[in-house]
């Protein structure tokens, strides 16, 4: 079985920055794709950043231009750069790594970003 740990959650002011961690227990699995989701409570989650092997990315339009997506692909490790943070990116943020058979999710960390 593969665990996802993720780090980097926190509080932060409006206008500042985080970087999101994730990286996998095992390396020895095959991976299509690595991405980062968003839950609020009541709400659905949903997709903020996708990566794909091939460094493909895909972005939600509410955080393009200011988060970026990127990998380690060797470590099976994945980053999320969070710029200019506004408070309607409270939440708690996923991992998730994909491969052809299997479906991976992380425990979820904490971003507060206040007003």
């Known amino acids: 079985q593969v665990q996802l740990v993720e780090s980097g959650g926190g509080l932060v002011q409006a206008g500042g920055s985080l970087r999101l961690s994730c990286a996998a227990s095992r390396s020895d699995f095959q991976i299509k794709d690595m991405a980062w989701h968003r839950q609020a409570p009541g709400k659905e989650r949903e997709l903020v950043a996708r990566?794909?092997?091939?460094?493909?990315?895909t972005y939600a339009d509410s955080v393009k231009g200011r988060f970026t997506i990127s990998s380690e692909n060797a470590k099976n490790t994945v980053y999320l750069q969070m710029n200019s943070l506004k408070p309607e990116d409270t939440d708690i943020y996923y991992c998730?790594?994909?491969?052809?058979?299997?479906?991976?999710w992380g425990q979820g960390t904490q971003v507060t970003v206040s007003s």
């Open positions: 990566i794909a092997m091939w460094g493909s990315t």
């Open positions: 998730n790594m994909r491969g052809t058979w299997s479906d991976y």
